[in-house]
């Protein structure tokens, strides 16, 4: 193990910050909920795996041999979190007109390729749901032979009453819970945070991916996706759950709910359960991604080097909720550049011997690292180095495979040239039209309707729609 400090990080199980320790060091087992492959994951999404990849670097870094699991959940993610309404899939393949199982193969290729341009390492394993349903069967039986669960003729649901430490993840209200409850009766469940661990298709409803079980034909309920996975992979005890802020309170609720009555050993299932804040999109609207938030193929047709994301989401801590905005992306690009500037030009032999003004620089990058993952200060400790003209080349270079390995900025091998991108043709920044509209605006008030329905034109082509309003007023929208 690297000498220095010990790496300490918030456990949302304890609510605090502790010295992180492996039950069998250096092994660590860390399970990362992964992406519901219904359609494109936008950057916001990507966020939550930006930081678990920053996590297991800085593990890997400090000597931890990292095994990482990110599952991919091809069915039975309804689209309420919260165990209502339809599968995803199943809705995606009827608006699309298409097979589900080819909606599924299609954005599970895409987000593979989003990692890949984030430089987000692969994880060891990458479950499928589909591909583990009998596992998954078998898990749902055990649960209903120790009674932990009832039959409805909807699936098989998990029984939260008989489990008195439900909802300690979330601090869960349940009593506040109960007295909510009423409107949910009618469904037949018996408390409103149970949850199906099996779904049963109603009589007539046709899916494109349903499975035989002891409960009829059906598909599995996502939380027991995920502990049946993660236990295939990691055994049934490991080391590191993560996923977003929004995991905490339905699905990380309802995986150790489930997991713990399935094991029940008096142990917690997993240690540490780590999360990941959002990042707002709203000041981002974008015209290509209609509906849904901005993806990173908008990034590069924008002109962005998609690890220009990567630093501007390293310049928020992983618990901070951050905005996105164009006006971010662009400073993120501005201080990219300066930092490759500078380490690009000092790319040498690196010197292995470590001078002292070397030994603190990286002394100071491995105390914000191990202190919950202080990305911020880190980069901060990246950006005096490379203003500090007591280090040599060779002692910049060797600092600098040591900053990357955890950064993974491209600090070893790209040059500022490579963040040059060309935008596409397509892509128009909000500046540009707005100028298109006030050009509109003034050749409406001077009644110059050929001009006006000109920039429309333009306007259209490039996905914006401009609405007029009583008074000469116009406004704009992305479509
Ligand atoms: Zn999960």
């Not at 290509?288 to 501007?312: E, F, M, N, Q, T």
């Not at 618990?319 to 930092?339: I, K, P, V």
């Amino acid at each position: 193990m690297r000498s220095g400090s010990a790496i300490r990080l918030y456990n949302t199980l304890t609510c605090q910050v502790a010295e992180f320790t492996a039950a069998s060091p250096p092994h660590v087992g860390m399970y990362t909920c992964g992406p519901t492959v219904y359609a494109d994951q936008h950057i916001g999404n990507m966020r939550a795996y930006v930081f678990a990849d920053t996590l297991k670097r800085v593990l890997s870094w400090k000597g931890f041999k990292v095994r990482h699991v990110i599952n991919i959940t091809d069915v039975g993610h309804l689209t309420s979190d919260a165990d209502e309404g339809e599968d995803k899939l199943e809705v995606a393949a009827r608006r699309l007109h298409k097979n589900a199982w080819a909606i599924a193969e299609r954005y599970t290729s895409e987000f593979k390729t989003d990692l890949e341009r984030l430089r987000i390492i692969e994880p060891d394993v990458w479950p499928e749901a589909t591909a583990h349903i009998p596992q998954m069967i078998s898990f749902a039986e055990a649960l209903e032979d120790h009674r932990w669960c009832y039959r409805l003729p909807s699936g098989l649901y998990f029984d939260t009453s008989k489990d008195s430490r439900y909802g300690k993840l979330a601090r869960l209200d349940l009593s506040r819970q109960l007295a909510g409850a009423r409107v949910e009766v009618a469904e037949g469940k018996q408390h409103p945070a149970d949850f199906a661990v099996w779904r049963t298709s109603a009589p007539g409803e046709n899916r494109q991916m349903e499975w035989e079980s002891p409960w009829g034909r059906g598909a599995p309920g996502w939380h027991l996706e995920c502990s049946v996975m993660s236990m295939e992979y990691l055994g049934p005890h490991f080391d590191i759950h993560t996923g977003g802020v929004d995991h905490i309170p339905v699905h990380h609720t309802n995986e150790i709910a489930q997991s713990e009555a399935y094991l029940a050993d008096g142990r917690p299932w997993v240690r540490w359960w780590l999360h990941g804040e959002f990042i707002n999109l709203s000041g981002a609207k974008i015209s290509k991604s209609a509906g849904g938030g901005v993806l990173v193929s908008d990034l590069i047709d924008r002109g962005y080097h998609p690890l220009v994301y990567r630093y501007l989401l390293l310049q928020a801590h992983y618990r901070s909720q951050t905005e996105f905005s164009w006006e971010a992306m662009a400073s993120a690009e501005a201080g990219l550049r300066r930092l490759l500037d500078r380490y690009a030009a000092a790319r040498s032999e690196p010197a292995d011997q470590l001078s002292a003004a070397r030994a603190g620089h990286l002394k100071s990058f491995d105390q914000a690292v191990s202190d919950d993952l202080n990305m911020p200060r880190a980069l901060a400790a990246v950006i005096a180095a490379s203003r500090d003209d007591r280090l040599s080349d060779a002692d910049l270079t060797a600092l600098a495979s040591q900053f990357d390995q955890v950064l993974a900025i491209g600090l070893t091998d790209l040059s500022p040239a490579d963040l040059d991108l060309k935008p596409s043709d397509t892509a128009i920044t909000e500046r540009e039209v707005e100028d298109l509209v006030a050009r509109r605006n003034a050749a409406r008030a001077a009644r110059d309707f050929a001009t006006s329905d000109q920039i429309r034109a333009e306007l259209t082509a490039a996905g914006v729609t401009v609405e007029d309003h009583a008074g000469g007023e116009s406004t704009w929208r992305w479509n």
